[in-house]
């Protein structure tokens, strides 16, 4: 592979942009496939396999062995709420290979002392998540449980088809959030994606344990053969 | 402790870096996997001319045939694929005791 080819690989992981790197392996020349680019190209059937299941594909053509690798932008992970499980769920979740960023503005919770690994915007969600739109390689764990916090980017995931979105609250209040949803125009398909109550029940008791039943929940989502735009 | 330092370093920023300190790289990927095998087809495992490496393309099995290899490749400047598998009394020497097999494809990035 040429190091044009791999700057080039880099700029677009970068740019959160999947791209599939084609290398022929009896020579090692490599292209690389844009995602906007497959349509038109001659491999576009195998390139869109590998760019859904984010797993490579071997194809034989012509003669030749060929070997198509997706990229898939890093996952990234939104917690709304600098709480006391954004605390374990963060360091957690960057050593499982996720980018991690920690949004709350109440900050009495979102100090540097409190989350010193990771990313940490004392801000409104609405004022962060403009800045860097959510997608689909996204994840969004909603744990403060305050509608004035919480609701508008759980909204926000939904519309971006994020392939997790979670909300911390009991029945209750989760009975509460989902009118309030629907009353701001989301459908019954957007709102059954909302995991809730949030994490897969371990019966979690501690704040450590309930980030590892949201992280569990997380790769779950992400792994699934149902995930959103996994079958598209 | 930085967000850098605790997440896992990422093989092809980690060869990107070494080119632009002007060092000979490789880079090993796993093409293809049969059985049981502890890393997918697409991971990765650069190594510099001087047998640093970062990745890995199984758990901790073949690294050390991949990078002997790898100063071959970038000597040679050309590409080689690799089998690693569980096959022969070799198995606990050069190979994968979780009894499965990869094809690995290593070349030099230049």
Not at chain 2, 59 to 88: N, T, Y
Request: hydrophobic share 45%; net charge negative; proline share 7%.
């Amino acid at each position: 592979m040429h190091p044009a080819i791999l700057q080039q690989l880099q700029a677009e992981r970068q740019a959160r942009r999947a791209a599939v790197l084609v290398t022929d392996l009896a020579t090692g020349l490599a292209e690389l496939v844009r995602d906007a680019d497959r349509a038109g190209h001659p491999l576009s059937e195998p390139l869109s396999k590998a760019l859904q299941s984010g797993a490579p594909v071997n194809v034989e053509q012509e003669g030749r062995s060929l070997f198509l690798n997706p990229y898939l932008p890093p996952l990234r992970i939104v917690v709304i709420g600098a709480v006391h499980i954004s605390q374990a769920l963060a360091p957690m979740a960057a050593l499982a290979g996720f980018s991690v960023e920690i949004i709350d503005p109440r900050t009495a919770f979102a100090t540097p002392d409190r989350f010193s690994t990771v990313r940490l915007y004392p801000d409104w969600p609405e004022a962060v998540l403009q800045e860097e739109p959510l997608d689909r390689y996204c994840a969004v764990a909603a744990l403060t449980h305050d509608p004035k916090i919480d609701d508008w980017p759980i909204e926000a995931a939904l519309r971006a088809e994020c392939f997790y979105v979670g909300a911390l609250g009991s029945r209750k209040t989760h009975g509460k959030r989902l009118e309030r949803l629907r009353s701001a125009g989301l459908t019954d398909d957007h709102l059954e994606r909302i995991r809730a109550p949030i994490g897969l029940p371990i019966r979690a008791s501690s704040p450590a344990e309930i980030a590892v039943a949201v992280l569990a929940e997380i790769i779950a989502a992400w792994r699934s053969p149902e995930r959103a735009g996994a079958s598209t | 402790m930085s967000e850098a330092a605790i997440a896992m370093a990422d093989p092809l920023e980690v060869a990107a870096r070494w080119i632009s300190e002007g060092r000979q790289v490789a880079l090993a990927t796993v093409i293809e996997t049969w059985g049981s095998a502890p890393r997918p087809a697409g991971s990765h495992l650069v190594i510099d001319g001087d047998g640093h490496f970062e990745g890995s393309v199984s758990g901790g099995c073949v690294e050390g045939a991949v990078i002997a290899e790898a100063i071959d490749v970038l000597q040679s400047g050309m590409p080689r694929l690799l089998e690693f598998g569980v096959a022969d009394e070799t198995a606990w020497r050069v190979g994968l005791s979780c009894g499965g097999r990869i094809a690995v494809f290593l070349e030099p990035v230049a």
